[in-house]
């Protein structure tokens, strides 16, 4: 037996109605759920009874996006660990990658760099962000 596909995708987030403003609001992500969570099963996933938490389930497509907030036990920021084990990307496809940019520094999104044009490999030809402070 072996996994069928990937069902959803999830980020842990400081503030959860800021973060699904970006994502519905500048990127055109709907949300299908919005829950708080005290305990139940992802306090029992997590091996967190006394865990309390908001999250919000995302759809672009056939794709979803998790995002949880967790109030309690309540974590400090880290910096982003790009190149150490347990960094994640999403890879979203746009019609203008320039246009979007554009767009959401015009909204006060703040990005790491411009974008970025991939010149090899299996994503030769697309565009790379870094993700912006949300």
């Known amino acids: 037996m072996a996994a069928e596909m990937i069902h959803h995708f999830a980020l842990t987030v400081r503030d959860l109605d800021r973060s699904v403003s970006f994502y519905v609001g500048m990127l055109g992500f709907e949300q299908i759920i919005r829950r708080e969570i005290r305990g139940g099963y992802l306090g029992e996933l997590m091996g ?16 979803k996006l998790e995002l949880i907030e967790y109030r309690s036990p309540r974590r400090e920021p ?3 660990p790009d190149g150490n084990p347990g960094a994640a990307h999403i890879s979203l496809l746009v019609d203008d990658v320039r246009k979007m940019h554009r767009r959401l520094e015009a909204e006060g999104v703040r990005f790491v760099s411009p974008p970025v044009r991939i010149a090899e490999g299996p994503n030769r030809g697309g565009w790379a962000v870094r993700r912006p402070s949300v």
């Open 48 to 63: 967190r009874p006394e865990l309390d938490a908001r999250l919000a389930i995302l759809r672009l497509g056939p794709s």
């Open 78 to 80: 880290s910096p982003p």
